[in-house]
Each structure stands twice: as structure tokens, then as C-alpha cells.
């Protein structure tokens, strides 16, 4: 709720974010933080406080957020130039560099896979939180990956977008 507020306010006083800010502001902006935790009432697998928290778990969440907000932010580009009064990474990239937008959208799609591959390195780090956890961890990984996979896909299939990244 803060960072829609946040990101209200912004748009309501014509500020476009700079990408760090914006990037910040994204992160509290996207369902990921929230959907994460269904994720253990779905499956049925309750992580304990401690492994939920894990410094590389919570990394590799906020890489999921990053993924699934980012491509969302590619795909929803023309639309958010036109309504989003800058609050896009490609937008707030492309003010924050004075770069074309076309520049812009490429520098995303090159985060959007240098991301991809830190979130796939980091998962495959992962360490073992012992035999009786570590279904439940495989499974919390799982749910993140899966929820930017849906992105993409929803994204790919859904008319909201006419073109897609």
C-alpha cells in the first residue's frame, strides 16, 4: 500500500523517479511480495521463520520481483508512456540516461537477462536446509519462478497487450 501511495504522489506532482527510486519503488508496487507467502499455504509446506528469511532466499525473491516487474514493465511500455507519468524502468531509464526509448527498452531486456541468469545461479546455490526441509524449499523456489513464468506467459496470451517484449 506504500508504494502504490508513493507512487501516487509522484505521479500526481509530474516526478518522474530516477531508476534506483524507481526501481525501490517497483518492488513494493508488484504483487510478488505479497503472492510470495501463498505460496506455502498452496503448497501445503510451511517454511520455518528462519529459512523464509534466509539471506539467499530473500534474494532470490526480490530477483523474482525484479523479473516479473520488469518484463511487465517491457510489455506495458507504450501504454505506461502514455498513463504512468514515467513510472516504468524503460521510461525512468531512458530520462535518467537522455537515451531514445528504443535504447532504453534494449538496456531493459539486457538487465531483464542479466537478472534471469544471476536468479538462476543463486537458486542453484542454494544450500540444504536438511531432509525435511528441503521439499518445502524446493517448492518456495518453485512458486517464485513459477510466478514470473506466469507473468510471461499471462502476458504472451492476455489482449491487454498488443505487442509483447
Known sequence: MDGNWREAV??????VPGVAEYIALRRA????YVSYPLIEFVGGRVLPDAVYHHPLLRRIGTLGNDLLSWYNDLASMERDRVTSGGHNLVLALAAERNV???????LVAERWRDTMARFQAQRA?????????DESVTA??????NAVRGTIDW????ARYPTHP
Do not use: C, M, Q, Y
Not at 531514445?100 to 534494449?106: D, G, I, R, T, Y
Open 10 to 15: 509522484a505521479k500526481e506532482n509530474g516526478r
Open 155 to 158: 502476458t504472451l496470451e492476455s
Open 29 to 32: 508496487t508488484s504483487a510478488a
Open 125 to 133: 546455490a542454494v544450500p540444504s536446509f536438511g531432509p525435511a526441509l
Open 140 to 145: 518456495h523456489l518453485d512458486g517464485i519462478a
Open 100 to 106: 531514445p526509448v528504443a535504447e532504453a527498452v534494449e
